[in-house]
């Protein structure tokens, strides 16, 4: 075991994912519709995130966000990688490979606007959480967000068993040095107990079921999830006081549909809730109505309520764009159960925001146009559909051009990464200010209409070079295609359904 990891599971390299949370865009968003304060984003803003993995969110809203980024992950692999993402956009960003400590102690960081760290707290020691809470308290401005996800009580409570036992095996009884082998060790000696059914498991019967779940993540996710010295599962209560210490105040949840309790826990929970006065307290005892096992918290160094009127009126300004050419579904699940949307509304938000190429639409103008429309309806409308990911909040015009240059380079080199893997499955748009699912060939299509092909047949004989000459074929409904025949026909079924349903959402999102 290496001595800087400081017990982190460092021999496998984590997974490259994006995730919206922790984009400035979106964590705004998320305190407008909660009724607080969020600063407009300026050119002199810093943001900063801890323990960024692979590095591709925080190269993607380094590329997409006004003001400049700094990050560290302690593992080098990852330090390096994100640093070859941010050479791609020139966003000018700062990462390093320090720990935390290490980072606390620099001299040469600016203050935050934000700080955020997703899937880190629970999976570190308690000297770097407070090392952690040591630098919000050091860095973070006043009305600066401090974003934490990790796993909590009381949801986790049936599975913290297993992780234990997937440990002691590891520790006590592998026999193999090589990642995945251990691993696979320690999954059967947990499926062996199982079938012992020992008194644990007949008294809290879905941790079978939850162990059959666990076993289907991928080896690197196991690896990183389970297998680090340091798990530390905490109730919100107790994190909430932590951070207290660093003049952090919670705010809300990223999950916006929680702004709305009565959609989340039943109605006489609702009654019960609002009964606690204490915040800390109130909160705690929903995460026991949604039996929470994970957290995704957005803290404020001095929380401040706006009015009713200014939040509503923010709301009216705030430009939306579709996320999909497809007219929205109605039945959504939501903490209660499933919903039915009112079709008639959606509908017509559907039709804005279809207007003039789908391009991004405040909802003034349509209250101007549908007096008849409540505007409380339509608020909550574009709040559930945001938190379902069918619409996003956008950034404004002038900020969009400043950032497109550097979300064109990183799209670039991203496209031109997918001509050999399929590892990063995301592209940046500068509308958003955040990142957008972009499958390996969404991104092969968009690089050919870049190169001037327009036309099924054109796309379709690029993309099939492509696979041919790396040896690659298509799978169809589990068949591997065998011809070169059968390859482009269905290169040119994927080529239709890009241009028609992908394509005007990416032109959109300006990344084509």
Known sequence: MNSWNDGYFTESTY?????????????????????YAAPVAQASDNHCELGFGQGVSINIHAAANLGKYFGTDFN????????????????????FDNSFEEMLNRADLPQFDSISLHGIWSWISTENQNHIVEFARKFLKPGGVFYNSYNCYPGWSPAAPLREIFILHDKYAQKSSKTYERIEEAMKFTAELLEKNPMYFRRVPDVKSIFENTRKHDHDYLAHEYFNRDWICM???EVAEILESAKLDFACTSE???????????????EFLNQIEHPVMREQIKDYFLNRQFRKDIFVRGLRKISVFERAER???????LLSTNPFSTKINVGIGEITLAQELCDKIYSHLVKHNYRPKTFREFIK?????????????????????????????????????????????????????????FLASPV?????????????????????NKSVDALAEEI?????????SLVKQGKMLETSEENIDECKNMAREFLDKRLPIFKALQIV
């Open 15 to 35: 997974t490259y994912g994006y995730y919206r949370e922790i984009s400035p865009v979106f964590q705004k968003f998320c305190l407008l519709v909660n009724g």
């Open 76 to 95: 080098p692999a990852h330090a390096a990688h994100a640093n070859e993402l941010c050479n791609a956009s020139g966003c000018g960003a700062n990462f």
């Open 235 to 237: 109730y919100f209560s």
């Open 256 to 270: 916006l549909i929680e702004a709305f309790v009565h959609l989340t826990i039943p109605a006489d929970a609702h």
């Open 315 to 321: 709301l009216m300004d705030t430009p939306f764009v």
């Open 369 to 425: 146009q549908n007096p008849e429309v409540s505007r409380t309806n339509l608020e909550q409308l574009l709040i559930i559909l945001t938190h379902n990911g069918a619409i996003s909040p956008c950034q404004t015009e002038d900020v969009v051009e400043i950032v497109k240059p550097r979300c064109d380079a990183l799209n670039k080199y991203f496209c031109r990464r997918a001509e050999n893997s399929g590892e990063i499955i």
């Open 432 to 452: 958003l200010g955040g990142g957008v699912t972009a499958t390996r060939f969404d991104q092969l299509f968009i690089s050919a209409v870049a190169n001037g």
């Open 464 to 472: 099939w070079e492509i696979l041919r000459t790396q040896g690659q």
